[in-house]
């Protein structure tokens, strides 16, 4: 459950990737959508960093989380 918004609610597999040694990681999804609220310029390089990074999936679950959460967001726009 997204303590943000507590209507966004996901298994904890999805939430949660696994490297080869078996050390848990947040999606990054998750985490882009965590530090959308304050929009600093890390989250805006982490962005820049990750977005590529992304498959259509997980894009597309962040771009309507984050028009959930804050309509208004200037990485809403972004194109793939």
């Known amino acids: 459950m997204f303590r943000r918004d507590r209507t966004i609610v996901l298994p904890l597999d999805a939430v949660v990737w696994r490297d080869a040694d078996g050390t848990a990681f947040q999606r990054p999804e998750i985490t882009l959508a965590w530090k959308a609220k304050h929009h600093r310029p890390k989250d805006n390089a982490d962005l820049a960093r990750t977005w590529p990074l992304l498959n259509p999936t997980e894009r597309a679950w962040l771009r ?14 972004r194109n793939d």
């Open 64 to 77: 309507t989380t984050l028009a959930q959460l804050h309509p208004d967001h200037p990485w809403l726009p």
